[in-house]
């Protein structure tokens, strides 16, 4: 009989065009539909939680699938390795009753960005931070940050090329913190626009390194207009950390 | 005027066939002889102080290099950013006097290796770490670990294939810690056989499995027969941290 399956993977991102299948670029949907389709002994089709971009991190991404197959549950991510690649890695294998969709079932997830700051880039992290030569500061950006905690219309932050919808979303919480060279932004929110954690990133360093105010960076959220924020923050620093159901 | 200059270099070894220049594969000091040529503007030999293995990391790898540039040499490392790759990175440059040669004039050398344990491997981590599905005892290998503390003959612990010399090297300090899901060797000698790290590494995890006695140990060690030893450890969870002048 067949049964639903919900995933928590994690993958390292470096290697794939994002998560979503594409015609002509290996993606980490159709690296999981045709490796775990030989586990399973069945073609199948996988759905993600969120979209990450190419270069973008999942410590818990979910998906579900349905399979005929009798492997046990709880087996499964241990199975698992023998057929994925290293850099795509199943944590937790969890029945789920067959109305569940990893996407369309997501109350929320949480994003985080890390940030290396130091003159000389540490060559063991090109693919996980983004690296600046200068330190932003702390301080105004946890402050610029407290700007979009809540229910927003996030226009500013929404890139160019994503798919259509309303562009309201709610920040349950997001901050920021230092420790050592690092600086990992945190934002927790019922939803995300098309690049809107690296876009959330990208201004918070104009306030971090003193080149737009708090009263600007507010005046940027309300004016809705992409052109008033700042740049997208690449995408190796942006990692998907979580979605909660 | 010809000075020379000694450059304290970090490498993500993952991509590359070692340290040393080889027909037909990638090594990192190629890379770092051609494209510091062109920083120099003129072509340029460097002697490194270690022969890393295909795969093994460094964080201090030291090389020393004879240039006529102009460029002043706390400037190296920013410049050097511009040229090399980014898994290679010149940390510090210093000028040294003309008969200064990195490997020659080395005094000790210390080496880390990093073990992660866990049912489920971290995708950020399978070119930085060994995995192990079980955890080995710390206690154990840290006994055993005590026993290559000193000046030995470690035939046991030579790979084939190395240059030839004289086995004896003196172990000035080695120690085994855990850390969360992780395990941390380090080993401060004043030189070491061909795969002596990883050949101590995959003889200490026999002890900390249990499949070797703290007296088998010492027979290993005392045997001076590679065969007694246990397996090689693999290459990515080597890392050069220091080199002691």
Redesign the interface.
Known sequence: MEHNIKLTV???GAAYHGFQRQQNAMTVQQVLEEKLAKLFGHPLKVSGAARTDAGV?AYGQVINLYTSSAIPTENI??AA?GYLP??????VAEDVPSGFHARFAAKSKIYIYRIYCG??????L?H?VWHHNNSPSIPDMAAAIGIIIGEHDFSAFRGAGGPPGIPIRTIYNADCRQSGRFIEFEFWGSGFLYHMVRNFVGTLLEVGYGRLTLEEFNTVLAGRDRKLAGRTAPPQGLYLKEVIY
Chains 1, 2 share one sequence.
């Open positions: 994690a993958y390292d991190h991510p241990m390795r290293d850099d795509i890695v199943v944590k003159k000389i880039p540490d060559p063991f090109r996980y």
